[in-house]
């Protein structure tokens, strides 16, 4: 068997309406590499046709090799599954939805021969993309660069090209709470953009929804910033100061007043309201990074593998049994 030069790898999750089109453009761009090429396609705990549609594809090309997941874990995971298993110099990470276009792959490859280790896709333009989804994104990303300690590119995604090394390294990290994009900032070496229109999903449904955003919206900042664990300090240093400035009122209004204000209990209760408040938020932000303390130390493995085809010389592996 050919080692394959090129690694292209696209996580699945529910994609029964997507994957005849995306492995149709997939193939075109592929059939035009001069080098042997490898589709690492990892079925994210699908329970629709998708899995079944991986396995026809295998049988019909055997560039495509996949590996299921045992259940889903998640999109950062099932990338990690997806690089665990590259074989290639090159590894092209895109999306099951096609907004990420395959045909832009073949531009990224020649910034690579240029010597550039990491190709990331940056937005321009939000096709079809609600104002809600464009104002939430661009804040984020803004966000984002003010709190992390690295400098994360805005208006990316996971669609990028990653050279051996990267991926090695990327593969070395033994962190749980995954963040692609920030990761490969944080590895460094030579990294470029290159612009592109982003299409509206071609088919089914959207797999992101708002909660699973604003849960990768808050992984991202914790695992890339300490500033939420200052903002605990600067909230107690603020409190502080309010409680240092309400008692020289109240000293003020008792000695030279005849009609003391915001003295008794309304005083007391805005103050409680207020401690308690900045009370709850310092617990929260300091429960989020002890959970992922306590997600670290346990050391389970990322996610289990329920079936894997296409791997090795000996043709194919399969862990569990294919009726499921």
Avoid at 28 to 46: F, K, R, T
Avoid at 69 to 81: C, D, K, M, P, S
Avoid at 155 to 181: H, K, S, W
Avoid at 202 to 224: C, D, E, H, P
Wanted: glycine share 6%.
């Amino acid at each position: 068997m050919i080692k394959p030069q090129y690694s292209f790898i696209i996580p699945i999750f529910n994609e029964e309406e997507t994957i005849p089109e995306l492995y149709k453009r997939v193939s075109a761009v592929m059939n035009q590499m001069e080098e042997a090429v490898e589709l690492i396609l990892v079925n994210d705990g699908s329970n629709d046709r998708s899995l079944e549609q991986i396995r026809t594809l295998r049988q019909q090309d055997t560039r495509v090799c996949y590996v299921s997941l045992a259940r889903n874990f998640g999109h950062q995971i099932a990338v990690t599954a997806g690089l665990n298993f590259v074989r290639g110099q090159v590894a092209v990470i895109l999306d099951a939805d096609l907004q990420d276009p395959p045909e832009l792959i073949p531009e990224m490859l020649g910034l690579w021969r240029q010597g550039y280790q990491v190709v990331y896709a940056q937005r321009s333009k939000r096709r079809h993309a609600s104002w809600i989804k464009r104002l939430t994104a661009f804040s984020f990303y803004r966000l984002l660069q003010r709190l992390s300690d690295v400098k994360i590119p805005s208006d990316t995604g996971d669609f990028c090209l990653l050279d051996r090394q990267v991926v090695d390294l990327l593969n070395a990290m033994p962190e749980r709470n995954r963040y692609i994009r920030g990761l490969r900032s944080w590895v460094g070496f030579r990294q470029t953009a290159i612009r592109f229109e982003r299409d509206p999903r071609f088919a089914g449904q959207v797999k992101y929804t708002f909660r699973k955003s604003f849960a990768l919206a808050i992984n991202s900042i914790l695992s890339f910033s300490q500033v939420p664990l200052r903002l605990a300090t600067y909230l107690g240093l603020v409190s502080a100061g309010f409680a240092l400035i309400m008692m020289l009122l109240v000293l003020y209004w008792r000695l030279f007043s005849l009609s003391p204000q915001l003295v008794g209990f309304s005083i007391i209760t805005i103050a409680q309201f207020f401690l308690g408040a900045v009370q709850l938020i310092c617990i929260g932000i300091l429960g989020e990074y002890i959970g992922r303390i306590y997600e670290e130390v346990k050391a389970r493995p990322l996610y289990t593998i329920g079936e894997i085809v296409g791997f090795t010389q000996t043709e194919d592996i399969v862990i569990e049994s294919l009726s499921r």
